[in-house]
């Protein structure tokens, strides 16, 4: 198999963990296995007697059981336990794609999406984002241009990596009406759905509006658990779950026991760990408020209304990469640049982390002490040498 380098993974193998200040991280703040056991009484002495053998490859029952109280028409049958949300992103594809199908790719996207069919020999149509006023959105008519008698799957992620956008549920209603009318399916990553902040933004899954619809869940991203590496793919589907389980036997074979366990701890206090990673969001987002109004000339956000991430563009200049070169350098903190997604003059923020505030504090000094606007022109510059 030839794929393109992830650019995003590469670029975090990198930098993640050895950045003193990170103003990017897409997953909310995680916790202490000892913290998610006090969650539930009697958990400790159960994962303490936990047997180490193989786990069931579909994954556990017990878990199953737990993931399909999120969903209203997914059974315990119709999910297939993975490792994080990449693999089953990946076994998708090669479970059901072939060279030659077409698929189409709400872009930019988080990268396997798109390099993933791309690697199998598929046609890969864009459907690109557009900003209104600032706001990102995604034109649905040229959604239904992009589909031929080819199209075999459209590739969603609601909320948005990297936007930050979110499709309202007439917007959802409609895609899925246009699917259903020439049978396609629809793959929807949904990592970071459940932390919409206020309820009213809530959409259903994918796989439980739609026959043809395939969900992909994580407990990385609005849980704060990635370390668990558990996630899943939900489908009314059972031949597709049928053949990406056959798949997931030449990759991990099952998951880690003791995550499963954990994963279940998490699901069965499911609403209190959201409430409490929403509460770290609400907290963090009127820091960026204040911020973006402070350096207006320099930056434009939308504030998203679920997820933990955003989409800043830069007013002056286009070179993401060098500004996040610089803020690594000069004051240690870490932003994704745009560039990593193909998609210049912007950066990603995260806001569901405790220490973003740090972060912020640390990019403001940065932005005040080495960012210059000349005559419209950005520029950076070293303070001590002027
Ligand atoms: C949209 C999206 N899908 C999938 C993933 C992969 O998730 P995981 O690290 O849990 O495998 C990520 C991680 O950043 C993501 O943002």
Known sequence: MKIEPFKLERYYTFHEHSAQYSLCNSDCEAMTIGDLLSLEESSKEAFDNMWLGYTETQGSPELRQNISAIYKNIQPENLLVCTGA??????FCH???????????QTPCYQSLQSVPESIGCN?????????EG???????????????????????TPHNPTGFHFTKEQQKTIVEIARSHNIIIFCDEVYRELEHNPIFAIPAFADVYENGVSVGVMS???GLPGLRIGWLATQRQSITDKVAMLKEY????????????????????NKILDRNLAIVKANLPLYEAFFKKHDELFSWYKPNAGPIAFVKMKQGRDDMQLAEQA??????????????????????GFGRVKMPEALEQFDVFVTNHMLSLKGQFVLFNKSTT
């Open 124 to 132: 890969v149509l864009k459907w690109n984002v557009q900003h209104e």
């Open 251 to 270: 990759t991990t074979i099952c998951n880690s026991g003791p995550s499963e366990f954990l994963a279940g701890v998490a699901l069965r206090n499911r």
């Open 86 to 91: 990449q693999e089953p992103i990946f076994l």
């Open 95 to 105: 479970a059901i794609l072939m060279a030659g199908d077409e698929v189409i790719v």
């Open 135 to 157: 706001a990102p959105s995604f034109d649905i008519d040229i959604l239904k241009s992009l589909i031929t008698n080819k199209t075999k799957v459209i590739f969603l992620n």
């Open 221 to 223: 991203k609005a849980y």
């Open 328 to 349: 690594l350098k000069q004051n240690g903190v870490l932003l994704l640049p745009g560039s990593i997604y193909d998609y210049e003059g912007y950066f990603r923020i």
